[in-house]
């Protein structure tokens, strides 16, 4: 590993979040991954926050597996294997002692991430700004700035739609139509047919808008609140599309590895030093 004392933490390990730890760890990063005892990844197959529920997971030959023990963290992140542990409230943050931070929860609205939570503190798009609430930012808005660092200022809003795909926005994500527990009743990468029944929260059926490939849909048994988002439908029909990191999430995971570099390079005579 060409970084072993460098220990990168991150906040979520969903899909976009997933493109920045393959990012790290194939670059020679030690990671380690915080993520809810519930993860909200939608896109599962392509998420190391799969790693809660299914105890291992896999990406592109980067192997993920839950553990539920502070200390054995830092030895599963220095073997170069990406240790997911169940803490959405960052307890073990001060106790991990990570040298960067990337919060990569994509809640799109200012967190309580603090500049303090390491020397070098990263945000990943919306509710990020450089010099308040972490050292840089990476925008995630799709355009010519997608995965770019800003270390001043902050990243483009949130535009509120999604990436259109083949004229479809807004209606290929599928959303909860009520607060309940989801019971899902289709498969990631299968393809479906319009008004086909995806889901159901209590009473209430998620159906399909139109036919396309099922690109993911949050794990079965996760509570669920109105209006959140809980699938994503791929007009193009492609099994391979749902199994495949995306390009976007590339890209960000292109960004922090620029911004870790770049902070290192700065400070390569002080390298705990904080970012100014």
């Known amino acids: 590993m060409l970084f072993p004392e460098f220990l990168v933490l991150i906040r979520g390990g969903g899909d976009l979040a997933s493109g920045t730890i393959l990012r790290l760890a194939r670059a020679g990063f030690p990671v380690v991954v915080l993520e809810l005892d519930y993860p909200l990844a939608v896109r599962r197959e392509v998420a190391f926050a799969s790693a809660v529920q299914r ?47 990337v919060d990569a929860r994509m809640t799109k609205s200012r967190e309580e991430s603090s500049r303090d939570s390491a020397p070098l503190v990263v945000g990943l798009g919306p509710g990020f700004s450089a010099g308040v609430n972490c ?32 004229g479809r926005d807004y209606d290929r994500v ?43 849909i949050i794990a079965p048994g996760t509570p669920v ?24 999430s590339l890209a960000v995971g292109g960004g922090v590895l620029e911004a870790i570099l770049t902070w290192l390079n700065r400070n390569s005579s002080e390298p705990s030093g904080s970012q100014s």
């Not at 930012?137 to 770019?148: A, I, K």
């Not at 009520?178 to 899902?184: A, F, L, P």
């Not at 808008?209 to 099922?214: E, I």
């Not at 609140?225 to 976007?248: H, L, N, Q």
């Open 55 to 101: 105890g291992e997971f896999e990406l592109e030959g980067v192997k993920g597996v839950r553990t539920d023990s502070i200390e054995s963290a830092p030895a599963f992140a220095e073997a170069g294997i990406i240790p997911v542990l169940v803490d959405p409230a960052g307890q073990s943050i001060p106790l991990l002692n990570p040298q960067v931070l």
């Open 174 to 216: 599928l959303r909860s139509p009520g607060d309940g527990i989801i019971e899902v009743h289709a498969e990631i990468g299968d393809v479906v047919v319009e008004r086909q029944t995806i889901a159901t929260v209590g009473d209430n059926a998620v159906e399909a808008p139109f036919g396309g490939a099922l690109r993911g």
């Open 225 to 248: 609140t109105a209006g959140m988002k809980i699938g994503d439908i791929d007009p193009r029909g492609s099994r391979e599309y749902c199994f495949s990191v995306s390009d976007k």
């Open 135 to 166: 050292h840089a930012v990476v925008e995630t808005n799709r355009g010519p700035y997608l995965g770019r660092v800003y270390w001043r200022g902050s990243a483009e809003s949130n535009t509120g739609r999604p990436d259109a795909v083949m």
